[in-house]
């Protein structure tokens, strides 16, 4: 010790007043304190060559009073008067108390003359000054100091012993078992501290006397029996002796600091070696979901009914609301835990994470942006896919209800275009079959049409990829083919019948006009109830309507349907009137068509019963179409609502990410209300969803109501869900490099007002030249000339590794802490490991298992290479290089 710095005790008075009434009240504690005070000063007096004897007449001169001052000061203090008078008594006194007042200390009522004179009392007093000045003042753990040190230093030593509770410098000491806990604690090679026994402190107590004064050269100071008669052992005495145990073990305590400060470095690597794994493992895993979910979004391949189509969309909303969106919190997370790690590494001095080759924060970006793509295109596919598959659906039904229809009128056509009947037949028979193969021809021409839609339909249903196009196309190529052989037969039966005709001359006009008339309008209600029943497939209300209106206009024309009906009834009726006026018998029917009467009315009233069916069914497709229009309207509104909001609010999150309102405490809280009050909002996106999911079962596949898609809203909804957590994030490391780094509220409002004054953009960023400005206004000479721009270029190197040419406001504070506070470096680590390896270039795992707890210390013996240099022993390990990996290249 130098003997430097202040001292700081309590009022000299009160130290005197309380040294008279330890006198008065137990006077054998001046027999201790004598047998103490003797020892402590011999202990330093005997290097210089002496000692003293009796310590109120052995210091009345001075001379060894000065004496002692030198030696444990290091410091020469005026030349001694030689003198036997009694003034160079005094005078000599005199410079050893003006020495003593020179270090800080205040004497009250302590005189030369006291002291020349031999008062016991007060010379007493003043040793115990000089012990407390320069053996207790110093001494310091975890920020206490003096008496409070020495003590809390006891019991941290102490601690793990049986039978020992140091709480006081008086009775704790009583029974021997502190003094002996703390030689064992740092020789445990002089003590079996497990054969003591509090029940003997005799023996307790000069068993630790002993070992002290033999091999810690630390002179017996008190008698053992003193100590145990007494009922409260005197403290200053008790303090004077542990005092030298303190100093005797000071290397000891210089090892616990160095030991401390590698517990917290390595607390701090192993810490942010945790939480790379952590980062690791949960960007693997999130990874692996994409890649596992991308292939299933990319399969293209189509159903071949509408209900397994509905299924696929079915399943992708279950994706959507139950597998996708703890997905979507887990990137969110692993943004910000990478973000938090990469603030807690520059915050201890270590080198940024760096990710293993494919987990970057980009890479997984850049895979979720893959899987969006895929999602957007497979949502958009499965529609497309369910819209062709209702147009097929549709046409296969209407591909079926025509050929029917067809069929059924071919059946019993060729068996009838191939009999011989006109060869024995009558002229007037003839002249009938060739009629009725007139009205035949005219009824074929009438039915080329449908065979064209039927054709027509069966190449739609090709084009659109029918599951069923084989059958389709047999049915039509047979309806093709049978076709053909009707026109060939037709043709046939014609030049037959003319070449009969020109022998034949009778005909029955009216018969004959019946035949024709009755064709056309027979095909007319045919026609009509096809139309009446065909299938129909509308998606808005103007269609629906435009299909009510075309009923409506058919209605109009059944007045006069219905004329031309009774007039062709009027020429059966005729025929009948004639025949039965001229007694003529007819055989059987109408020889020129097949249409009877009967079979007229029969179908005018199947039209008649048809369109009311067509009333119903159009009117039920009405309110489904209203219906529709009013989930699209319903939709809307709310889309309608959410949209702005949700733009509103990203743009309230921007304004509040550069505004100063308040401690960053202040700003988290705010923040997080403000992050509450958006996800209250959850039940207003849920709402849409379940009003989008009623829109997609009704097969709805557009809303002009509104420019909002649902995949618009899904994906501002989670960006907004993102940004907010980001920006509560960044205020968290803001704190959290504030405290690390001891910034103050009032610089980082500094920091972060020149900041925003010089991001105009509002970006969050500045470019080069605004960071320049913003230095400059911080006090930095980086003005354009040489010295200014290798300084900047300095600073910029650190603030943008990566030579992006912006500088975020994170990159900023982490400069400005950096500048302004101290870390720890592999310098000072190295320093602490020398402490504890006894000044050797190495250590051993037994000295690590010693000085350091058990898991940090297996964590050191773990990762340590051996040690190679000259000086090498068995087992050694090479702290120094440990140390500076610890602030180089992360193992992951």
């Given at each position: 010790?130098?003997?430097?710095?202040?001292?700081?005790?309590?009022?000299?008075?009160?130290?005197?007043?309380?040294?008279?009434?330890?006198?008065?009240?137990?006077?054998?504690?001046?027999?201790?304190?004598?047998?103490?005070?003797?020892?402590?000063?011999?202990?330093?007096?005997?290097?210089?060559?002496?000692?003293?004897?009796?310590?109120?007449?052995?210091?009345?001169?001075?001379?060894?009073?000065?004496?002692?001052?030198?030696?444990?000061?290091?410091?020469?203090?005026?030349?001694?008067?030689?003198?036997?008078?009694?003034?160079?008594?005094?005078?000599?006194?005199?410079?050893?108390?003006?020495?003593?007042?020179?270090?800080?200390?205040?004497?009250?009522?302590?005189?030369?003359?006291?002291?020349?004179?031999?008062?016991?009392?007060?010379?007493?007093?003043?040793?115990?000054?000089?012990?407390?000045?320069?053996?207790?003042?110093?001494?310091?753990?975890?920020?206490?100091?003096?008496?409070?040190?020495?003590?809390?230093?006891?019991?941290?030593?102490?601690?793990?012993?049986?039978?020992?509770?140091?709480?006081?410098?008086?009775?704790?000491?009583?029974?021997?078992?502190?003094?002996?806990?703390?030689?064992?604690?740092?020789?445990?090679?002089?003590?079996?501290?497990?054969?003591?026994?509090?029940?003997?402190?005799?023996?307790?107590?000069?068993?630790?006397?002993?070992?002290?004064?033999?091999?810690?050269?630390?002179?017996k100071m008190m008698d053992a029996e003193?100590?145990?008669?007494?009922?409260?052992?005197?403290?200053?005495?008790?303090?004077?002796?542990?005092?030298?145990?303190?100093?005797?073990?000071?290397?000891?305590?210089?090892?616990?600091?160095?030991?401390?400060?590698?517990?917290?470095?390595?607390?701090?690597?192993?810490?942010?070696?945790?939480?790379?794994?952590?980062?690791?493992?949960?960007?693997?895993?999130?990874?692996?979901?994409?890649?596992?979910?991308?292939?299933?979004?990319?399969?293209?391949?189509?159903?071949?009914?509408?209900?397994?189509?509905?299924?696929?969309?079915?399943?992708?909303?279950?994706?959507?609301?139950?597998?996708?969106?703890?997905?979507?919190?887990?990137?969110?997370?692993?943004?910000?835990?990478?973000?938090?790690?990469?603030?807690?590494?520059?915050?201890?001095?270590?080198?940024?994470?760096?990710?293993?080759?494919?987990?970057?924060?980009?890479?997984?970006?850049?895979?979720?942006?893959?899987?969006?793509?895929?999602?957007?295109?497979?949502?958009?596919?499965?529609?497309?896919?369910?819209?062709?598959?209702?147009?097929?659906?549709?046409?296969?039904?209407?591909?079926?209800?025509?050929?029917?229809?067809?069929?059924?009128?071919?059946?019993?056509?060729?068996?009838?275009?191939?009999?011989?009947?006109?060869?024995?037949?009558?002229?007037?028979?003839?002249?009938?079959?060739?009629?009725?193969?007139?009205?035949?021809?005219?009824?074929?021409?009438?039915?080329?049409?449908?065979?064209?839609?039927?054709?027509?339909?069966?190449?739609?249903?090709?084009?659109?990829?029918?599951?069923?196009?084989?059958?389709?196309?047999?049915?039509?190529?047979?309806?093709?083919?049978?076709?053909?052989?009707?026109?060939?037969?037709?043709?046939?039966?014609?030049?037959?019948?003319?070449r009969t005709e020109k022998q034949l001359?009778?005909?029955?006009?009216?018969?004959?006009?019946?035949?024709?008339?009755?064709?056309?309008?027979?095909?007319?209600?045919?026609?009509?109830?096809?139309?009446?029943?065909?299938?129909?497939?509308?998606?808005?209300?103007?269609?629906?309507?435009?299909?009510?209106?075309?009923?409506?206009?058919?209605?109009?024309?059944?007045?006069?349907?219905?004329?031309?009906?009774?007039?062709?009834?009027?020429?059966?009726?005729?025929?009948?009137?004639?025949?039965?006026?001229?007694?003529?018998?007819?055989?059987?029917?109408?020889?020129?068509?097949?249409?009877?009467?009967?079979?007229?009315?029969?179908?005018?009233?199947?039209?008649?019963?048809?369109?009311?069916?067509?009333?119903?069914?159009?009117?039920?497709?009405?309110?489904?179409?209203?219906?529709?229009?009013?989930?699209?309207?319903?939709?809307?509104?709310?889309?309608?609502?959410?949209?702005?909001?949700?733009?509103?609010?990203?743009?309230?999150?921007?304004?509040?990410?550069?505004?100063?309102?308040?401690?960053?405490?202040?700003?988290?809280?705010?923040?997080?209300?403000?992050?509450?009050?958006?996800?209250?909002?959850?039940?207003?996106?849920?709402?849409?969803?379940?009003?989008?999911?009623?829109?997609?079962?009704?097969?709805?596949?557009d809303n002009k109501y509104t420019a909002?898609?649902?995949?618009?809203?899904?994906?501002?909804?989670?960006?907004?869900?993102?940004?907010?957590?980001?920006?509560?994030?960044?205020?968290?490391?803001?704190?959290?490099?504030?405290?690390?780094?001891?910034?103050?509220?009032?610089?980082?409002?500094?920091?972060?007002?020149?900041?925003?004054?010089?991001?105009?953009?509002?970006?969050?960023?500045?470019?080069?030249?605004?960071?320049?400005?913003?230095?400059?206004?911080?006090?930095?000479?980086?003005?354009?000339?040489?010295?200014?721009?290798?300084?900047?270029?300095?600073?910029?190197?650190?603030?943008?590794?990566?030579?992006?040419?912006?500088?975020?406001?994170?990159?900023?504070?982490?400069?400005?802490?950096?500048?302004?506070?101290?870390?720890?470096?592999?310098?000072?680590?190295?320093?602490?490991?020398?402490?504890?390896?006894?000044?050797?270039?190495?250590?051993?795992?037994?000295?690590?298992?010693?000085?350091?707890?058990?898991?940090?210390?297996?964590?050191?013996?773990?990762?340590?290479?051996?040690?190679?240099?000259?000086?090498?022993?068995?087992?050694?390990?090479?702290?120094?290089?440990?140390?500076?990996?610890?602030?180089?290249?992360?193992?992951?």
């Amino acid at each position: 010790w130098n003997g430097v710095g202040p001292a700081v005790y309590m009022d000299p008075r009160e130290q005197e007043n309380d040294w008279d009434r330890d006198l008065l009240l137990d006077p054998a504690w001046e027999k201790q304190q004598r047998k103490t005070f003797t020892a402590w000063c011999n202990s330093h007096l005997r290097k210089a060559g002496t000692q003293i004897e009796n310590i109120e007449e052995d210091f009345r001169d001075g001379l060894k009073l000065m004496l002692l001052l030198e030696v444990i000061s290091g410091e020469r203090l005026p030349k001694p008067e030689r003198g036997k008078m009694r003034v160079h008594k005094i005078n000599n006194v005199n410079k050893a108390l003006d020495y003593i007042a020179s270090k800080g200390v205040k004497l009250v009522s302590i005189g030369a003359e006291e002291i020349v004179d031999g008062n016991a009392k007060m010379t007493l007093g003043m040793i115990w000054t000089i012990i407390l000045r320069f053996a207790i003042q110093d001494i310091s753990v975890e920020e206490t100091s003096a008496k409070e040190g020495l003590l809390l230093w006891c019991q941290r030593k102490t601690a793990p012993y049986k039978n020992v509770n140091v709480q006081n410098f008086h009775i704790s000491w009583k029974d021997g078992l502190a003094f002996n806990a703390l030689i064992h604690r740092h020789r445990p090679e002089l003590i079996d501290y497990d054969k003591l026994r509090k029940d003997d402190p005799l023996t307790n107590l000069n068993n630790a006397f002993e070992v002290a004064e033999k091999y810690l050269d630390i002179p017996k100071m008190m008698d053992a029996e003193d100590i145990v008669n007494t009922a409260r052992p005197d403290e200053k005495a008790i303090m004077t002796y542990v005092s030298s145990f303190y100093h005797a073990f000071s290397g000891a305590q210089k090892a616990e600091t160095a030991a401390n400060r590698i517990c917290k470095v390595l607390a701090v690597n192993q810490e942010n070696e945790h939480l790379m794994e952590d980062y690791e493992k949960l960007a693997s895993d999130l990874l692996e979901w994409i890649r596992r979910t991308i292939p299933w979004l990319e399969n293209r391949a189509p159903e071949k009914t509408m209900a397994e189509m509905q299924q696929k969309l079915e399943d992708f909303r279950g994706y959507r609301r139950v597998h996708k969106p703890p997905k979507v919190q887990e990137k969110c997370q692993l943004e910000i835990n990478f973000n938090t790690l990469q603030t807690k590494l520059r915050l201890s001095n270590r080198p940024a994470f760096m990710p293993s080759e494919g987990r970057m924060v980009s890479d997984i970006n850049g895979s979720w942006h893959n899987l969006e793509g895929a999602e957007k295109g497979y949502e958009e596919w499965m529609l497309n896919e369910i819209r062709r598959l209702e147009r097929l659906d549709h046409l296969a039904e209407k591909f079926r209800q025509k050929a029917t229809i067809h069929e059924s009128w071919t059946d019993g056509k060729e068996a009838m275009l191939t009999q011989k009947d006109y060869e024995t037949a009558s002229l007037s028979e003839v002249k009938a079959l060739l009629r009725k193969h007139e009205a035949f021809e005219s009824d074929l021409a009438a039915h080329q049409d449908r065979v064209e839609q039927i054709a027509a339909i069966a190449q739609e249903l090709n084009e659109l990829d029918y599951y069923d196009s084989p059958s389709v196309n047999a049915r039509c190529q047979k309806i093709c083919e049978q076709w053909d052989a009707l026109g060939s037969l037709t043709q046939s039966r014609r030049e037959s019948l003319e070449r009969t005709e020109k022998q034949l001359e009778s005909i029955d006009e009216l018969y004959l006009e019946y035949a024709k008339r009755a064709a056309p309008f027979n095909n007319w209600m045919e026609g009509a109830m096809e139309d009446l029943q065909d299938m129909f497939i509308v998606h808005n209300i103007e269609e629906i309507q435009g299909l009510i209106t075309a009923h409506e206009q058919f209605k109009s024309t059944l007045p006069e349907a219905n004329k031309e009906r009774e007039a062709i009834q009027a020429i059966q009726a005729e025929v009948q009137k004639i025949a039965q006026y001229n007694g003529i018998k007819l055989s059987g029917g109408n020889p020129y068509t097949t249409i009877t009467p009967k079979s007229i009315d029969d179908k005018w009233h199947k039209v008649e019963q048809l369109v009311p069916q067509r009333d119903r069914a159009l009117q039920e497709e009405l309110a489904k179409q209203q219906s529709n229009d009013h989930l699209r309207r319903k939709f809307a509104t709310q889309a309608n609502i959410v949209g702005p909001w949700i733009q509103t609010k990203m743009e309230e999150i921007g304004r509040i990410s550069i505004e100063m309102n308040g401690t960053l405490e202040d700003q988290l809280v705010n923040l997080r209300e403000y992050e509450q009050s958006i996800i209250e909002y959850k039940p207003n996106i849920d709402q849409l969803e379940g009003d989008h999911q009623l829109i997609q079962e009704a097969l709805i596949f557009d809303n002009k109501y509104t420019a909002y898609t649902m995949e618009h809203l899904r994906v501002g909804w989670e960006q907004l869900l993102t940004t907010i957590a980001r920006t509560i994030n960044e205020i968290e490391n803001q704190i959290l490099t504030r405290d690390a780094k001891g910034i103050s509220q009032e610089q980082l409002h500094e920091y972060r007002t020149s900041f925003n004054h010089f991001d105009k953009d509002h970006s969050g960023a500045l470019m080069a030249e605004e960071f320049k400005a913003c230095l400059i206004s911080l006090g930095y000479d980086v003005e354009n000339n040489k010295a200014g721009d290798a300084e900047f270029a300095r600073i910029m190197g650190i603030v943008d590794p990566n030579n992006s040419g912006a500088v975020t406001f994170q990159a900023f504070i982490d400069f400005m802490s950096r500048e302004t506070t101290d870390t720890d470096t592999a310098d000072q680590v190295i320093a602490s490991f020398k402490i504890l390896a006894a000044d050797k270039n190495f250590i051993t795992a037994e000295e690590l298992r010693r000085e350091l707890p058990p898991d940090q210390a297996e964590y050191c013996i773990a990762r340590m290479a051996p040690y190679s240099g000259p000086d090498a022993k068995p087992g050694a390990l090479d702290y120094m290089s440990f140390s500076t990996a610890l602030y180089g290249e992360s193992d992951l």
